[in-house]
């Protein structure tokens, strides 16, 4: 499979995951009040790294065998408007809680692989890197919907009906 086409099926896979998540349990959603609605913004990543903790403290968490280390050792890159253009770049912040690992590591590949094209601004990313990045998630989200949400068999093929 083609690096485009896995990018855009684990797109498609957040996006159904972070709705069952939010559908699951009603208190992961992000509401902005607004003109007199309460409009979904997202998912309430603290909420579920809450959630995660009171299941699997992270300090004693076995990361090496769970196929999302990647998320503890390594963090996403983000475009940075750098002298008029556009770069890679990154914080390097210490992921040391269920917190940071959902918000500055899963929140951040979701926004770089939507929002970043890697395939013409060079930088540190390879193919390598994106597609262990895109391993990583999918054992995050199995290992959330399975062992928080007691749903292995969470992804249901989208539907439309008239």
């Given at each position: 499979m083609c690096i485009e086409d896995k990018i855009s099926k684990f797109m498609i896979k957040?996006?159904?995951?972070?709705?069952?998540?939010?559908?699951?349990?009603?208190?992961?959603?992000?509401i902005?009040?607004?003109?007199?609605?309460?409009k979904l913004a997202g998912v309430r990543w603290e909420k579920l790294a809450a959630l995660i903790e009171q299941k699997h403290r992270f300090s004693v968490f076995d990361f090496k065998s769970s196929g999302f280390v990647f998320f503890k050792e390594t963090s996403p890159q983000y475009l940075v408007k750098?002298?008029?253009?556009?770069?890679?770049?990154?914080?390097?912040?210490?992921?040391?809680?269920?917190?940071k690992l959902l918000t500055r590591s899963f929140a951040?590949?979701?926004n770089n692989i939507a929002?970043?094209?890697?395939?013409?601004?060079?930088?540190?990313?390879?193919r390598q890197r994106t597609e262990e990045f895109i391993d990583a998630g999918n054992?995050?989200?199995?290992?959330?919907?399975?062992?928080?949400f007691s749903q292995a068999d969470w992804e249901m093929p989208i539907e439309f009906q008239n």
């Open positions: 957040i996006s159904k995951f972070e709705f069952f998540m939010i559908n699951e349990n009603i208190e992961l959603a992000h902005q009040h607004k003109d007199g609605l309460q750098d002298n008029g253009s556009l770069k890679w770049d990154s914080d390097e912040v210490t992921i040391d809680s269920w917190s951040q590949l979701r929002h970043g094209n890697k395939a013409h601004i060079l930088a540190p990313f390879t054992a995050l989200v199995d290992f959330i919907a399975k062992d928080i």
